[in-house]
T-cell receptor, first 113, second 113 residues
Framework: DAGITQSPRYKITETGRQVTLMCHQTWSHSYMFWYRQDLGHGLRLIYYSAAADITDKGEVPDGYVVSRSKTENFPLTLESATRSQTSVYFC????????????FGPGTRLTVT | AQSVAQPEDQVNVAEGNPLTVKCTYSVSGNPYLFWYVQYPNRGLQFLLKYITGDNLVKGSYGFEAEFNKSQTSFHLKKPSALVSDSALYFCAVRGNRDDKIIFGKGTRLHILP
């Protein structure tokens, strides 16, 4: 089915480990986003990408790395996971930025022990 | 700096009654305003947006929102609530001079049978 998918849906990892969360969309949307959702904070933007090989920081980028070698994929890597990165991570895409709505994936629930 | 506020963490409404979920914002320049809904263990789904034009915007599932420039508000409304409307609702805003979309912290809507 067309749409936006995330994998894994659930992940438990240990402090200090590297973790990569995957995001794939089939709409050929130019923009892709990574958010984290935490109680009391709503959604906070981590990184976004306007096109392949173009990425930019959001509100909370520290401790995260992104890449976008292909339009359809936008992986998020936690280089050395910390307990404060325990969260639900959402990937989203949109056809543009200014006035376009975003389409969200189902989320990845990450627990760092 | 742009910001968005959802002053109510939770709203309870009896089924069949009208509902309102409040949102106020602060942006540079003209605002682009969005409402999203999140059902349990799902990603956010787009409901409606205001870009320009008529202040009353109609969206999915019978929802509508009214843009009020003088009060810098964009409240979500529905004339007759359904139990299935129970979910978490997010307001989001972007100014036409800003490069980030900011989400509110969310309002949990409970529709009581």
């Amino acid at each position: 089915d067309a749409g936006i998918t995330q994998s894994p849906r659930y992940k438990i990892t240990e402090t200090g480990r590297q973790v990569t969360l995957m995001c794939h969309q089939t709409w050929s949307h130019s923009y892709m986003f990574w958010y984290r959702q935490d109680l009391g904070h709503g959604l906070r933007l981590i990184y976004y990408s306007a096109a392949a090989d173009i990425t930019d920081k959001g509100e909370v980028p520290d401790g995260y790395v992104v890449s976008r070698s292909k339009t359809e994929n936008f992986p998020l890597t936690l280089e050395s996971a910390t307990r404060s990165q325990t969260s639900v991570y959402f990937c989203a895409s949109s056809g543009g930025f200014t006035s376009y709505e975003q389409y969200f994936g189902p989320g990845t629930r990450l627990t760092v022990t | 700096a742009q910001s968005v506020a959802q002053p109510e963490d939770q709203v309870n409404v009896a089924e069949g009654n009208p509902l309102t979920v409040k949102c106020t914002y602060s942006v540079s320049g003209n605002p682009y305003l969005f409402w999203y809904v999140q059902y349990p263990n799902r990603g956010l789904q787009f409901l409606l947006k205001y870009i320009t034009g008529d202040n009353l915007v109609k969206g999915s599932y019978g929802f509508e929102a009214e843009f009020n420039k003088s009060q810098t508000s964009f409240h979500l409304k529905k004339p007759s609530a359904l139990v299935s409307d129970s979910a978490l609702y997010f307001c989001a805003v972007r100014g036409n001079r800003d490069d980030k979309i900011i989400f509110g912290k969310g309002t949990r809507l409970h529709i009581l049978p």
